[in-house]
């Protein structure tokens, strides 16, 4: 799960009301620690976001050129959607990774594939020192965060496109259970925020009943 276009997606509908400010969801993962979701707020977390897309690692975020102001523009906007939501996780109290969730109906991801209902749209940013070194982080802060993805029955797949180019992501997603889709090309578009370049990504979707059987 990675790259932003839930960050700078196609707004649809700009004056919805922005998500609540406390944890959206919370829960101990036994040997992991406890994980909490809460929903980004752009004048708090906008200095934190921008240290963690303008790294070389998240190249594929699209952000790298970005100064705070912009990272803080992209997120205020976001706020603004019904349709695209992004999200600090942390484990312990610490943030370890940057979630986005969009409707891949009102994205344009919708036009290079046919959206089922109950498709959702993600996207995952890791903190740089994230679990640095421990044995199987990422793959049970993944676990954690699809439980709260899937925790809405109205949620039936979840859909990535990371960066063709981004192997390491998919190899990732790949062992975290979703299926390889095709490779595609995201048209161009012009945003409030920013411009989007067209991009060859790859589908891949993991449906609910990989995860909850």
């Not at 943030?95 to 986005?100: R, S």
């Not at 859909?159 to 259970?177: F, H, Q, S, W, Y």
Request: proline share 8%; net charge negative; hydrophobic share 40%.
């Amino acid at each position: 799960m990675s790259r932003p276009t839930g960050a700078t997606a196609v707004p649809t509908d700009s004056h919805t009301t922005a998500p609540p400010r406390g944890p959206v969801h919370e829960r101990a993962v036994e040997g992991f620690g406890t994980v909490r979701i809460t929903p980004v707020d752009p004048e708090r977390d906008a200095a934190l976001i921008h240290g963690w897309a303008t790294q070389e690692r998240a190249v594929f975020w699209g952000m790298g050129s970005m100064d705070v102001r912009e990272v803080r523009e992209v997120y205020a906007h976001m706020d603004t959607l019904a349709t695209h939501h992004a999200f600090l996780v942390h484990r312990d109290g610490e943030p370890v990774a940057l979630l986005q969730t969009y409707d891949p109906a009102e994205d344009r991801v919708g036009l290079c594939y046919e959206v089922r209902p109950g498709d959702l749209g993600a996207h995952l940013l890791l903190a740089p020192a994230a679990g640095a070194g421990e044995t199987g982080f990422t793959g049970r802060l993944a676990a954690a965060i699809l439980e709260y993805l899937l925790a809405d029955p109205d949620w039936r797949r979840i859909v990535v496109e990371p960066d063709a180019r981004n192997e390491k992501a998919i190899a990732r997603m790949l062992r975290t259970g979703f299926e390889r889709g095709p490779e595609i090309v995201l048209p161009a578009v012009g945003l409030p925020q920013v411009s989007l370049p067209e991009k060859r990504a790859r589908l891949a979707f993991l449906r609910r009943e990989a995860v909850t059987g």
